[in-house]
């Protein structure tokens, strides 16, 4: 029997985040982290509810919570009582932990034996942070997927001419000591959204915490100190990195990224679904089917595991 519920779990730092939460009395829970920009859990309310009912079919759990970097700017409740100022406004991409934690958290409270975290988008790049941190969890994470995680940093940094871009991220750089919390002018930014100097500082920066995917420079980075997908390679659980074959996010094409992937991470499983776009439009249920089943067959057996 499938029951919704909305509830607001609380972050580490007190922030109180909303959530849809699927309840079948399974002992796993899946765990959606949804991406920036203009994402929430309610704006791909399909997604969601196919995620929910799939996961409950089968026995799972399952939780779609907003995080921090909802919307582009949100205000958020706390357990103090103040009022916390989010979204990809003025997200950076250490604060997940915080969310990330106190999900995982709420979810040992719950009863839940062990989770499985999935993130679109950015989300893909926040779960990569969380894992790969030396953050410690209450529950044992038991695999990731990881659905359209883009070159979020090339596609920022595509959008200035060269001597114009080195010029803003060390503008940036340097409102990071007086101002970082204060929203970047027009002409300093050509999106279509506000954004604060910390948050476009770390969206500019090569080898950043927003860096998990660097499509474009990969394949000119061998014998470099810094290794692309080294957070990617660091994590023990495992991993399936799933796109739909028309995705703009990772700026080449896809298969050539998946190979270009799995050249650095060669445990990673890989799925291209031929026809869909960046957030799997129309292909909703055929990627959440896809998901639920991997799970099963890959996650089922980790909750004996040491917790991450």
């Not at 919704?4 to 765990?31: F, K, M, N, S």
């Not at 999900?103 to 893909?124: F, M, P």
């Not at 997908?229 to 700026?251: N, W």
């Amino acid at each position: 029997m499938s029951e919704l519920r909305h509830i607001l779990v609380q972050a580490d730092d007190g922030v109180l985040l909303p959530a849809l939460w699927y309840v079948a009395g399974g002992t796993q829970v899946v765990i959606y982290v949804h991406g920036a920009g203009s994402s929430s859990i309610i704006r791909s309310p399909h997604m969601t509810d196919t995620f929910g009912r799939l996961c409950n079919q089968h026995g799972l759990d399952f939780i779609a919570f907003n995080n921090r970097g909802a919307g582009y700017m949100t205000k958020f409740d706390t357990v103090q009582g103040q009022s916390y100022m989010g979204g990809m406004a003025y997200e950076v991409i250490r604060d997940f932990v915080y969310d990330l934690s106190g999900v995982i958290k709420w979810a040992a409270q719950s009863g839940y034996e062990s989770a499985v975290l999935v993130g679109h988008s950015t989300g893909a790049n926040k779960i990569v942070y969380g894992l790969s941190s030396r953050a410690t969890y209450a529950l044992p994470v038991a695999g990731a997927v990881l659905l359209s995680g883009g070159d979020d940093v090339a596609l920022q940094r595509s959008r200035y001419a060269a001597d114009t871009r080195e010029q803003i991220i060390q503008i940036s750089k340097e409102k990071q000591r007086s101002s970082p919390h204060r929203l970047v002018p027009p002409e300093y930014f050509p999106g279509d959204h506000p954004i604060s100097w910390r948050s476009l500082y770390e969206l500019l920066s090569e080898n950043g915490d927003y860096d998990m995917f660097p499509f474009k420079r990969a394949p000119y980075a061998k014998g470099q100190v810094i290794m692309p997908f080294r957070q990617l390679k660091s994590i023990q659980q495992p991993v399936l990195l799933a796109y739909g074959s028309e995705d703009f996010g990772t700026i080449i094409p896809v298969r050539q990224a998946l190979g270009l992937v799995t050249g650095y991470v060669p445990s990673l499983d890989t799925y291209e679904l031929m026809g869909a776009d960046h957030n799997f439009t129309g292909f909703e249920k055929n990627i959440v089917q896809y998901i639920v089943a991997w799970i099963m067959k890959r996650c089922g057996d980790y909750p004996s595991a040491v917790a991450s």
